[in-house]
Nanobody, 118 residues
């Protein structure tokens, strides 16, 4: 089992920055893929960014050049640095971990609210 705990959400003005953190505990493997998804009201949950154990990253087109995903050396904490935030970035952000050990297991955090508004 894996537990994911997010922190760092809040209210920020357009053009501002926030950093989200997600701490994973439990049975973590270096091959696990960690990422961030978001869900705005009335919309489907969408991938924001993901990072593999080897460090390769993937970003949604809407956040490329503004957001940066990173992972600590132990591989247990993933960060999302969000710069140049826009009102359309407003959403609940969820941490995600995908683990393939025989079967694919997917874990989610509880979500953290990010609101971009003046």
């Amino acid at each position: 089992q894996v537990q994911l705990v997010e922190s760092g959400g809040g209210l920020v003005q357009p053009g501002g920055s926030l950093r989200l953190s997600c701490a994973a505990s439990g049975s973590i493997f270096s091959s696990d893929v960690m990422g961030w998804y978001r869900q705005a009201p009335g919309k489907e949950r969408e991938l924001v960014a993901s990072i593999r154990g080897g460090g390769s990253t993937n970003y949604a087109d809407s956040v490329k050049g503004r957001f940066t995903i990173s992972r600590d050396n132990a591989g247990n904490t993933v960060y999302l640095q969000m710069n140049s935030l826009k009102p359309e970035d407003t959403a609940v952000y969820y941490c995600n971990l995908r683990q393939l050990v025989g079967l694919l297991r997917v874990y989610w955090g509880q979500g953290t609210q990010v609101t971009v508004s003046s």
